[in-house]
Every structure is written in structure tokens, then in C-alpha cells.
């Protein structure tokens, strides 16, 4: 099992900035993708970033391109995602989500493939 909690949500103004940690524990292999997904209210959870593990490869949605990084502390075993140049269109519950499944070098970015998510932290970016 994985243990996945995220914190750093919050109330802030378009072009402010916010960092998402999300501190796991438990189940770490090294081989694992950890992701970043987002939830506005009568919409799909939607892909934001992934990394894996291991290798600190990414992959970001075009939406966030170049304004939000996901990173991660192998020592601390927790994943970020730095959000800058916030946008009204940010506001969502934001996911922390874990893949054991991704196969070697692949980094999936559907939600549906991720084995363990963490209960969401809201972001609210008024303009």
C-alpha cells in the first residue's frame, strides 16, 4: 500500500505563485510515476505532470507548459509541483497520484492507470 498526502493549496491571485508538496509512504520503488492531476467542478480529472522516479524524466500538460515544474526529494520521498504565473483557469482540486505499472521509460499521463492517489488539495486562483 501507498500512503499519499498532499498539502500547499490555497487562495491566491492570477500571476501569484503556489508549491504543491506530496509526501508518500509505504510502497517506494524507484521504477514508480509519480503525477499531478487536476479536478474543476463538472469536469474530467485531467492530466497536469508526471516525473518518474529514477530517472527525473517529465512530462507536462500543454496547458501548463512552461508555468508549473514537478520535481522530486528521493530523500524526503515527496513530489512537487512549483505552480507559477497562475491563471483563473488553475482552480481545481489538485491529485497527487502514484503508477507502478508504467512500463521502463514510459511515463503515462492517464488517470485511470494510476494506482494510488492522494485525497486532493484545492487551488483557487481569483483573477
Known amino acids: 500500500q501507498v500512503q499519499l498526502v498532499e498539502s500547499g493549496g490555497g487562495l491566491v491571485q492570477a500571476g501569484d505563485s503556489l508549491r504543491l508538496s506530496c509526501a508518500a509512504s509505504?510502497?517506494?520503488?524507484?521504477?514508480?510515476?509519480m503525477g499531478w492531476f487536476r479536478q474543476a467542478p463538472g469536469k474530467e480529472r485531467e492530466f497536469v505532470a508526471v516525473?518518474?522516479?529514477?530517472?527525473?524524466?517529465?512530462s507536462y500538460a500543454d496547458s501548463v507548459k512552461g508555468r508549473f515544474t514537478i520535481s522530486r526529494d528521493s530523500a524526503k520521498n515527496t513530489v512537487y509541483l512549483q505552480m507559477n504565473s497562475l491563471k483563473p483557469e488553475d482552480t481545481s482540486v489538485y491529485y497527487c497520484a502514484a503508477d507502478f505499472g508504467a512500463p521502463v521509460f514510459a511515463l503515462r499521463t492517464n488517470w485511470r492507470l494510476f494506482d494510488y492517489w492522494g485525497q486532493g488539495t484545492q487551488v483557487t486562483v481569483s483573477s
Open positions: 516525473i518518474r522516479w529514477s530517472a527525473g524524466t517529465t
Open positions: 509505504g510502497r517506494t520503488a524507484n521504477n514508480r510515476v
